[in-house]
């Protein structure tokens, strides 16, 4: 089994930055993708951002093309997530995936982390 967990999450001002990492343990994860997904309150979980095994390749969701970088260290078993140029529309929890076996779909990555809250005040 693998087990995700994710840090820094956080209530931030519309504008500013925060940074997520998701740490990885237990044991070693596949060549696969690892993704963040994102679920604001009464609506369903939704992509975010998704990187390669070898961090040569990213996929963002339109919403935050721009603004959010995804990066992975495979030496440190951790993906992360820097958002920058925050909006009231990006709070949500945020949740890391890892084993991914497409981009976009959370029904195709194997293991989920228990979500960082995100809250961007106006």
């Known amino acids: 089994q693998v087990q995700l967990v994710e840090s820094g999450g956080g209530l931030v001002q519309a504008g500013g930055s925060l940074r997520l990492s998701c740490a990885a343990s237990?044991?070693?994860?596949?060549?696969?993708?690892m993704a963040w997904f994102r679920q604001a309150p009464g609506k369903e979980r939704e992509f975010v951002a998704a990187?390669?095994?070898?961090?040569?390749?990213?996929n963002y969701a339109d919403s935050v093309k721009g603004r959010f970088t995804i990066s992975r260290d495979n030496g440190k078993n951790t993906v992360y997530l820097q958002m920058n140029s925050l909006k009231p529309e990006d709070t949500a929890v945020y949740y890391c995936?890892?084993?991914?076996?497409?981009?976009?779909?959370?029904?195709?990555?194997?293991?989920w982390g228990q979500g960082t809250q995100v809250t961007v005040s106006s």
């Open positions: 990187i390669s095994w070898t961090g040569g390749m990213t």
């Open positions: 237990g044991r070693t994860l596949s060549r696969n993708k």
């Open positions: 995936a890892a084993d991914g076996r497409s981009w976009y779909a959370g029904m195709d990555y194997a293991y």
